[in-house]
């Protein structure tokens, strides 16, 4: 089976663009799950999506923002990008939601100038 | 927020001796315990993972204790190899009682090298 694919892997952005980000899960895996990590917050939670539904969400602000699609990739959205936001973008799929086993894609490392 | 305390940051250990990784959780409701592993430049990637209703699972060299009274769960690496080199997660998770979930906290990490 192939494993979670992330696209881009790489990104650089500058300050108030925005930026869409691309998470495939593990076929017949409904549910996806977005973290951010950075050196000085480690890994926190964004969103997760189960059956094209945000069925969590953690503390970021409105500028976050995801969906998922009936084929269960999943996009996230940051809108008017800060310096703050530069860091590893992770999505985890897994078969129906995030108490069970999460498979983590490799990431897209967000660099925002 | 819910928080996953990890112990120690760092590690540095000798080939084939012992790694030693804890963890402290606060909700009792949580009922699952995994650790993750990751390299520079990729992803976490699931390692071993543990209900409570057990004190012990082995996968391998890795094995994770958990004490439920405690509120603590640990990961043993045995014969740890350069390999192994890599930062560990410990996370907690679970579905809560009325349903839905409960958002997975994870814990900041230890970065740990094995010397040859």
């Known amino acids: 089976k192939a494993g979670v694919t992330q696209t881009p892997r790489y990104l650089i952005k500058t300050r108030g663009q925005q930026v869409t980000l691309s998470c495939s899960p593990i076929?017949?895996?409904?549910?996806v799950s977005w973290y951010q990590q950075t050196p000085g917050q480690g890994l926190q939670f964004l969103f997760e999506?189960?059956?094209?539904?945000?069925?969590n969400k953690g503390n970021f602000p409105g500028r976050f923002s995801g969906r998922q699609f009936s084929n269960s990739r999943s996009e996230m959205n940051v809108s008017t990008l800060e310096l703050g936001d530069s860091a590893l973008y992770l999505c985890?799929?897994?078969?129906?939601?995030?108490?069970?086993?999460?498979?983590f894609g490799p990431g897209t490392r967000l660099t925002v100038t | 927020q819910q928080q996953v305390k990890q112990s120690p940051q760092s590690l540095i250990v000798q080939k084939g001796g012992i790694s030693i990784i804890n963890c402290a959780y606060e909700?009792?409701?949580?009922?699952?315990f995994p650790w993750y592993q990751q390299f520079p430049g990729k992803g976490p990637a699931l390692l071993i993972a543990?209900?409570?209703?057990?004190s012990e699972k082995k996968e391998g060299r890795f094995t994770i204790s958990f004490n439920k009274s405690a509120k603590q769960f640990s990961l043993h690496i045995m014969d740890s190899q350069p390999g192994d080199s890599a930062t560990y997660f410990c996370?907690?998770?679970?579905?809560?009682?009325?349903?839905?979930?409960?958002?997975?906290?994870f814990g900041r990490g230890t970065s740990l090298i094995v010397h040859p």
């Open positions: 985890a799929s897994s078969l129906d939601g995030f108490s069970y086993e999460q498979y």
């Open positions: 076929s017949g895996h409904r549910s």
């Open positions: 999506y189960f059956s094209e539904t945000q069925r």
């Open positions: 909700n009792t409701a949580f009922d699952y």
């Open positions: 543990i209900r409570p209703d057990v």
């Open positions: 996370a907690a998770s679970g579905r809560r009682a009325s349903g839905g979930s409960y958002i997975p906290t």
